[in-house]
């Protein structure tokens, strides 16, 4: 039992390293964006879609729209 509760409690720290992976990764395409850094480098830098990345500058900067 105790392997079992070791396995999950593993692959939830792998979860949250993935997670904090992402999270950092949007707060630099967002650092990015706000330099003005051309859409398709961000995506290029960050793995992230660019189709979020554009969604994303809409949000912060919607009269570049």
């Known amino acids: 039992m105790g ?3 070791q396995e999950l409690l593993d692959r939830g720290k ?3 390293v993935k997670e904090g992976d ?3 990764m949007w707060r ?3 650092s990015c964006i706000k330099k003005g ?3 398709e480098t961000i995506a290029e830098l960050t793995d992230l879609p660019i ?3 554009e969604l994303l ?6 009269e570049s729209v």
């Open 37 to 39: 850094i051309d859409l």
């Open 51 to 53: 189709e979020r990345i």
């Open 22 to 24: 992402e999270n950092a």
């Open 57 to 62: 500058k809409k949000v912060i900067q919607p």
């Open 14 to 16: 792998e979860i949250g």
């Open 3 to 5: 392997t079992v509760f």
């Open 28 to 30: 630099f395409a967002l």
